[in-house]
């Protein structure tokens, strides 16, 4: 028999304007997280074909110099900041107490001030762009001394700073939540290792949030009073250390990286068992896994500085080396998992896919740079933007279609379009491709990073050319994504509740679900619920104990 949770269904409380906006519901501050980091997705992406239509020809087109800086500056803000890792927090907002049987967070009202913490500093950051002298200009790592008094005078690097700490605290918050939530509030017969992986990856990824997201907060702290108050924290003329600002920001900045992979990690290991048709290959060896990335992340933020000259370069590489090692066993994992399974290749697991293949060319590449003699040559080039792009656009960003896909008949009820989904993930998947690839050839010629022009005989031209035109090819599919999710909309062909035949418990309430999400539960006796429930007389379920 299954767990009763409510006798009578409750209908939804409905409601206007006011409603969305003082709501406690965690599914509509889910909800409100992902339509407002997809926004500033499309900001960013706007951001960044500007910057690829300026670099597509040698010399300046239409950008000014400080203009190219405030784009790529916002640009890498955006992406890092109010996109990727609050994407991650604002699905497991709506997912994480489905999957565990709760009927909401842990900490109803400090979820909703998280996401306003989080609107309120993307707008700052925004509104800097009208401030005098215009936005920050120092790019997305906000180094010193670019970022003191005389590098960036203007009150744009102020609300760059403002902006931040807004964002970083509603991430604090989201990820105590979370972890409250996932401690405290499971179903009955819902034991740690019968949690989703998803919710497992959301444990870990608040954890490094409560450790990584301080140090940024105290070095921007640090940065303002240097800035405002005659601190000398970061200025070596008066006794202080632009290294020092590196430490700080890096031992935030590493650990941030897997922040923005880890969930995403969670949703593909979420989603590749359902379209598999078989259960997941080493949950147990997933979850010790993404721990050790967690532990491992916090001995690598000096692989950054390689360069500077003031860091241990042997320790830090042979870290970055080794962290390489549970991530493969994540790989290792998803092929064992679709190994002789029935793969079906929905718009999802197509999401997948692209996520594992453009992944492990970021993993290959960041082994490269691991080490300190490529390092030297490649540090500071277009090497390490297409580096960092194959692990967060390539990775993230395709996990994030990835659930998005999976997850929006449970959300709204209703399906989107197969055939316009397989064409979105080939428009992204091409664009991508073609956008970043020449990167890792602009940067062994040597083109710097954030420079808005380069000069025509350098042999940078049809490289750049090529980037530019990928990136076009990535915009027409967000743009085609949109017109799915109208489409999907104004047809509404209706879901069901379970379209996909998923395991976890999110596909066993109706869709969209309920207020309180449940009106009953079935028995838990695997991370396989769901499953279990449909496949209860079925002779080859048996339950883990």
């Known amino acids: 028999m299954g767990?009763?949770?409510?006798?009578?269904?409750?209908?939804?409380?409905?409601?206007?304007?006011?409603?969305?906006?003082?709501?406690?519901?965690?599914?509509?501050?889910?909800?409100?997280?992902?339509?407002?980091?997809?926004?500033?997705?499309?900001?960013?992406?706007?951001?960044?074909?500007?910057?690829?239509?300026?670099?597509?020809?040698?010399?300046?087109?239409?950008?000014?110099?400080?203009?190219?800086?405030?784009?790529?500056?916002?640009?890498?803000?955006?992406?890092?900041?109010?996109?990727?890792?609050?994407?991650?927090?604002?699905?497991?907002?709506?997912?994480?107490?489905?999957?565990?049987?709760?009927?909401?967070?842990?900490?109803?009202?400090?979820?909703?001030?998280?996401?306003?913490?989080?609107?309120?500093?993307?707008?700052?950051?925004?509104?800097?762009?009208?401030?005098?002298?215009?936005?920050?200009?120092?790019?997305?790592?906000?180094?010193?001394?670019?970022?003191?008094?005389?590098?960036?005078?203007?009150?744009?690097?102020?609300?760059?700073?403002?902006?931040?700490?807004?964002?970083?605290?509603?991430?604090?918050?989201?990820?105590?939540?979370?972890?409250?939530?996932?401690?405290?509030?499971?179903?009955?017969?819902?034991?740690?290792?019968?949690?989703?992986?998803?919710?497992?990856?959301?444990?870990?990824?608040?954890?490094?949030?409560?450790?990584?997201?301080?140090?940024?907060?105290?070095?921007?702290?640090?940065?303002?009073?240097?800035?405002?108050?005659?601190?000398?924290?970061?200025?070596?003329?008066?006794?202080?250390?632009?290294?020092?600002?590196?430490?700080?920001?890096?031992?935030?900045?590493?650990?941030?990286?897997?922040?923005?992979?880890?969930?995403?990690?969670?949703?593909?290991?979420?989603?590749?068992?359902?379209?598999?048709?078989?259960?997941?290959?080493?949950?147990?060896?997933?979850?010790?896994?993404?721990?050790?990335?967690?532990?491992?992340?916090?001995?690598?933020?000096?692989?950054?500085?390689?360069?500077?000259?003031?860091?241990?370069?042997?320790?830090?590489?042979?870290?970055?080396?080794?962290i390489a090692v549970p991530t493969g066993i994540k790989f290792f994992n998803w092929i064992g998992t679709m190994w002789r399974g029935q793969i079906w290749f929905s718009t999802p697991m197509l999401f997948c896919l692209g996520f594992m293949f453009n992944f492990l060319i970021g993993g290959v590449t960041g082994v490269m740079i691991a080490s300190p003699p490529f390092d030297y040559q490649a540090q500071d080039t277009y090497f390490i933007v297409a580096h960092m792009h194959y692990v967060l656009g390539g990775g993230s960003l395709f996990a994030i279609f990835a659930g998005l896909y999976y997850w929006f008949p449970k959300i709204t009820g209703v399906m989107l379009s197969e055939r316009i989904g397989k064409l979105v993930f080939w428009l992204e998947f091409i664009g991508f491709n073609v956008t970043f690839w020449p990167m890792h050839l602009l940067g062994l010629r040597g083109m710097p990073r954030r420079v808005a022009d380069y000069l025509p005989q350098l042999g940078l031209t049809t490289p750049n050319e090529v980037a530019t035109l990928g990136s076009y090819l990535m915009g027409v599919g967000v743009v085609l994504f949109l017109a799915d999710l109208v489409l999907a909309f104004r047809r509404k062909v209706p879901a069901g509740d379970d379209p996909w035949g998923g395991y976890t418990l999110e596909w066993i309430t109706t869709s969209p679900p309920p207020e309180h999400n449940f009106h009953w539960l079935p028995p838990i006796r695997s991370e396989r619920p769901v499953f279990d429930w449909r496949h209860r007389e079925h002779p080859a379920v048996k339950p883990r104990a």
């Open 3 to 322: 767990v009763t949770v409510a006798e009578q269904p409750t209908p939804e409380r409905r409601g206007g304007l006011l409603d969305w906006i003082t709501t406690t519901n965690h599914k509509k501050i889910g909800l409100l997280y992902i339509g407002t980091t997809f926004v500033f997705f499309l900001l960013g992406g706007i951001n960044a074909l500007l910057m690829r239509t300026e670099l597509a020809r040698p010399g300046l087109q239409f950008l000014t110099k400080t203009q190219f800086n405030e784009l790529f500056t916002i640009h890498g803000t955006t992406m890092i900041f109010l996109f990727i890792a609050p994407m991650g927090l604002g699905l497991a907002n709506y997912f994480v107490p489905l999957q565990i049987g709760a009927p909401d967070m842990a900490f109803p009202r400090l979820n909703m001030l998280s996401y306003w913490l989080l609107l309120g500093g993307g707008l700052t950051i925004y509104a800097s762009f009208l401030a005098p002298g215009g936005a920050a200009q120092t790019g997305w790592t906000f180094y010193a001394p670019l970022s003191d008094k005389l590098g960036s005078p203007g009150p744009g690097a102020d609300m760059w700073i403002m902006g931040i700490l807004l964002a970083s605290t509603s991430s604090i918050m989201t990820g105590v939540n979370l972890m409250a939530t996932i401690f405290m509030l499971r179903a009955p017969g819902m034991t740690m290792w019968r949690i989703s992986l998803f919710c497992w990856n959301m444990i870990i990824t608040s954890l490094m949030i409560l450790v990584a997201f301080p140090p940024l907060a105290g070095a921007l702290a640090l940065m303002f009073i240097d800035r405002h108050f005659g601190g000398h924290f970061f200025d070596p003329g008066g006794g202080g250390s632009a290294i020092l600002y590196q430490h700080l920001f890096w031992f935030f900045g590493h650990p941030e990286v897997y922040i923005m992979i880890l969930p995403f990690f969670g949703i593909v290991t979420d989603i590749v068992p359902v379209f598999s048709r078989k259960p997941i290959f080493g949950y147990t060896g997933f979850v010790l896994a993404s721990m050790a990335i967690a532990g491992l992340s916090m001995t690598v933020w000096a692989h950054h500085m390689f360069t500077t000259g003031a860091v241990l370069n042997p320790f830090f590489s042979i870290m970055s080396f080794l």
